[in-house]
Every structure is written in structure tokens, then in C-alpha cells.
């Protein structure tokens, strides 16, 4: 789900099944090294847990458009 709603945040569409899949999962460990980093905490929990993938995955996609432009 965080995979698919971070395609509609930076895209306007999904990927496709398994590939939002993969950025949810990539991005929740993006999202949680990141959010430990900063000390930042969204609580826990499934809500604050899904934030966080999908903070995570909008930065992930991020960080793929810049080197696949340049």
C-alpha cells in the first residue's frame, strides 16, 4: 500500500503490483533509517508505521528520478 500511494504521490499512478510492493518494503527501511537519523518518531503502530514507508518510499522514488534524469 505505502508503495502505491508514494507512485500516486510522485507519479499520478502505480507501478504495478510487485514493484509497489518492493518501493513499500524499500521504503519503509529508508523511511525508518531516515526518521532514526532526524530522531524523529510518528508513533507506533499501523498508522505510524505506514507514514513512515511512505515518507520513505515518496524519498526513494525521489533519489530513482534524480540519477535516472542525470
Known amino acids: 500500500m505505502a508503495g502505491w500511494l508514494a507512485g500516486l504521490i510522485m507519479r ?3 507501478f504495478g ?3 509497489d ?3 513499500g518494503i524499500v521504503g519503509g527501511f529508508v523511511g525508518s533509517w531516515l526518521f532514526g537519523l532526524l530522531h524523529i518518531s510518528l508513533g507506533g503502530g499501523l ?3 505506514l507514514l513512515t514507508s511512505i515518507i520513505g518510499a515518496v524519498v526513494l522514488l525521489f533519489v530513482i528520478r534524480l540519477f535516472r534524469r542525470g
Open 21 to 23: 510492493i518492493l518501493v
Open 47 to 49: 498508522l505510524g508505521s
Open 17 to 19: 503490483v510487485l514493484v
Open 12 to 14: 499520478g499512478n502505480g
